[in-house]
């Protein structure tokens, strides 16, 4: 974290004389740790510098982690991301335990920071992943500082930033992960 919000990582942010409670979801989002936290199936995967390299060897194949979800709370997901061919068909996507897509990013072929706010439809696990989808198999994607931030939790209901106000915020492009307990 920058110097201006260094109490990030002590759990409880002050802002303007207001305490709210930070939590930020994915685990090894940045992938200091290779690739612990994160599931691996129908492909490879490999972390250099802090960027997963993710290459699908079947439709479907993906990268991901599971994260506890709340029923209408609303939700901030970021990251970087890019595929090395146009066709790939590479998204980043969230969906629910019953395969119900929340949310679904196509990715370019330049690298490109995302950030998107959806409200949760249903309690329990959800995935953030990775995710090959179509049938060529010649090229791969890369991932980084993929963030996943309860924003109910952490500014109460109806109190929700927009994106452009989270980011005023919080203008760094990762924090670690923290469920907000400590």
């Avoid at 930070?22 to 612990?36: I, K, M």
């Avoid at 936290?37 to 993710?54: C, D, E, H, L, R």
């Avoid at 179509?134 to 924003?151: E, F």
Wanted: net charge negative; glycine share 10%.
């Amino acid at each position: 974290p920058n110097s201006y919000y260094p109490y990030c990582e002590g759990r409880l942010v002050n802002l303007g004389g207001y305490g709210v409670k930070w939590n930020q979801l994915v685990q090894n989002g940045n992938f200091a740790d290779g690739t612990t936290g994160w599931a691996t199936t129908q492909g490879t995967s490999s972390v250099t510098n802090g960027v997963v390299t993710f290459t699908g060897t079947a439709a479907s194949g993906k990268i991901q982690q599971s994260i506890n979800c709340i029923a209408g709370h609303k939700y901030l997901i970021r990251f970087e991301a890019v595929q090395s061919n146009s066709g790939d068909n590479y998204n980043m996507r969230v969906y629910d335990a019953d395969i119900s897509s929340i949310v679904s990013v196509p990715l370019t072929t330049n690298w490109t920071h995302y950030g998107i706010i959806v409200t949760q439809p249903k309690s329990g696990s959800c995935y953030f992943q990775l995710l090959r989808s179509g049938n060529s198999y010649t090229g791969h994607a890369q991932a980084k500082n993929a963030m996943y931030v309860d924003l109910t939790e952490m500014f109460g209901p109806g109190s929700e930033p927009t994106l452009e106000e989270f980011e005023a915020m919080f203008p760094d492009d990762y924090y670690e992960y923290n469920e907000g307990t400590e």
